[in-house]
């Protein structure tokens, strides 16, 4: 019992971590400090190195929460239930609000795990793709992999706009939406 309780304690210290962590980089980007870190947790600096020994540590965890939430948000969206550009707009808008609290990790180069963003992310995306590839939805003479790097593009681009708040998380992603499917609509 005393074990189970134990590793209890040490999720929720090193979820708490990571929701101040994003936060705090949210706020004030790559210029947090693991110090600054620490006090927004509500950890010392020990409890800190014990969880992250050092800052790259603490910003690849980040990355592999982004993904997990990212990829929780997109499962949760229905994405099978609603018409192709819904469903664009539907991820848009997940990725759009997990990403502008983790733009500071694109910044610094942070990649999360590739098996794990592939399978969260790569390929539900993808299956939206294929669906509106097959329904005559989106053009059909763009492979999977180039939409999903325009995609991404675009994505990035609203993210970078919510996070300098120069649009709001609806505006940027309704904006990043229309004009990807603008372009890769079928004729």
């Known amino acids: 019992m005393a074990s189970a309780e134990s590793s209890s304690r040490q999720d929720r210290t090193e979820a708490a971590i990571l929701g101040a962590a994003a936060h705090l980089v949210a706020e004030v980007g790559a210029a947090a400090s693991m110090a600054d870190v620490a ?12 969880y992250f020994p050092s800052r790259e ?28 550009e819904e469903s664009l707009a539907r991820i ?16 610094e180069q ?3 795990d590739k098996r794990e963003s592939e399978r969260l992310l790569a390929q539900p995306i993808r299956a939206v793709f294929a669906r509106g590839i097959e329904e005559g939805v989106l053009r ?8 999903l ?39």
Do not use: C, M, N, W
């Open 39 to 50: 006090a927004a947790a509500g950890v010392g600096r020990a409890t800190l190195y014990r």
């Open 57 to 84: 540590d603490l910003l690849q965890a980040l990355a592999g929460h982004a993904v997990a939430e990212a990829g929780a948000r997109i499962a949760e969206a229905g994405l099978d239930h609603v018409p192709v």
């Open 92 to 107: 848009v808008r997940a990725l759009v609000a997990v990403g502008d609290r983790y733009a500071v990790l694109a910044a």
């Open 110 to 112: 942070i990649k999360p």
């Open 140 to 147: 059909e003479d763009i492979s999977l992999d180039a939409l």
């Open 149 to 187: 790097a325009f995609f991404g593009g675009a994505v990035g681009v609203a993210i970078k706009l919510t996070g300098t708040r120069q649009l709001g998380l609806e505006d940027a992603a309704a904006t990043a939406t229309t004009l990807f499917v603008d372009g890769v609509r079928a004729d």
